[in-house]
């Protein structure tokens, strides 16, 4: 049966068939005390739908105990509200950094869908009839003339250049390679260049252009030590000097290092009585300046 109205808040008492009672829940404000027997289930779970209750009772027929439990468990609640509080938050993390990105982009991508402009057209070669190369040529030389070697294809005259000068003219070469030996180079740096053309003169092509150095001057070679014509009583000798930059250096045949400032020193073991000593100097046009000197090596008595 239902309970009746007024009175203050109270329990539902729900009693064993011999009239023990246990107390369960408290029901709704200003509904009265109600005997609610196990044999009546129904009514129990029509004040529930109903609201009067707010928790559930159960009975325990082998303990004879009552059991109550809530219909809405706080801590599935507070479970409830914390993973949607970390939902919420992770997915403000994801709308912030990779929803962004994918929005931009996908912004990006349809302006160009929609985009009127078209892409500029690839720039055209002006020259494609044939290749001018020079594969082999000196970057110093101590000669006014050098050789010059390379390829030319679909073109019949070479010309060859020297500083802006027209130096020689080939009319006919067999091949595609050619090799010719040019002069009028003048001392210290010459650009040298050829240029190649059609005979009826409508196509033309200039190769790259190539810096040669001309020294027709030897570098300079001081030998501060040791004295030429010099006697010593030391087996290991040292030998000293000074040379421009950019040379190389032997003594007796042996390649030694030069410091960028050209100075450069070695040892050299003597033999008893008299030694040669000789010092060569290259620079990078060939040219070679060479000094001998003689050393006497005598043991201390």
């Known amino acids: 049966m239902p309970p009746s109205q007024g009175g203050e808040a109270s329990s539902i008492l729900v009693s064993r068939s011999v009239g023990k009672a246990v107390e369960c829940p408290p029901v709704k404000a200003g509904r009265p005390p109600v005997q609610i027997r196990p044999a009546a289930p129904a009514l129990l779970a029509q004040w529930q739908s109903s609201g009067i209750v707010n928790r559930r009772c159960q009975f325990d027929s082998d303990k004879g105990l009552m059991k109550t439990f809530n219909l809405f468990p706080r801590k599935n609640i507070t479970k409830t509200i914390v993973a949607f509080v970390v939902l919420l938050v992770l997915t403000l993390i994801f709308v912030s950094t990779v929803g962004l990105k994918l929005l931009l982009n996908y912004s990006v991508f349809m302006a160009n869908v929609f985009s009127k402009k078209t892409p500029a057209p690839l720039p055209q070669p002006t020259d494609v009839y044939g290749s001018v190369n020079i594969d082999d040529i000196p970057s110093a030389t101590n000669s006014a003339q050098i050789s010059v070697s390379g390829s030319v294809i679909n073109y019949d005259i070479i010309q060859f250049f020297v500083n802006d ?5 080939l009319d006919s070469f067999s091949s595609d390679s050619f090799s010719q030996t040019i002069g009028d180079l003048q001392e210290g740096s010459n650009q040298v260049y050829i240029k190649a053309l059609t005979k009826d003169g409508k196509n033309s092509k200039s190769s790259d252009t190539f810096n040669v150095i001309l020294k027709t001057t030897p570098p300079k070679l001081d030998i501060s030590e040791p004295q030429d014509k010099s006697t010593t009583s030391n087996q290991d000798l040292n030998v000293k000097g000074a040379t421009d930059k950019e ?3 032997k003594v007796n045949d042996l390649p030694i290092t ?3 400032d050209g100075s450069f020193q070695t040892s050299v073991r003597l033999k008893d009585g008299d030694n040669t000593i000789t010092v060569s100097a290259t620079d990078v046009a060939g040219n070679v300046v060479t000094k001998t ?3 006497t090596y005598q043991k201390e008595n």
């Open 258 to 260: 030069v410091d960028v």
């Open 165 to 169: 000068v027209k130096v020689k003219t």
């Open 247 to 249: 040379v190389f250096v």
């Open 293 to 295: 000197l003689t050393v």
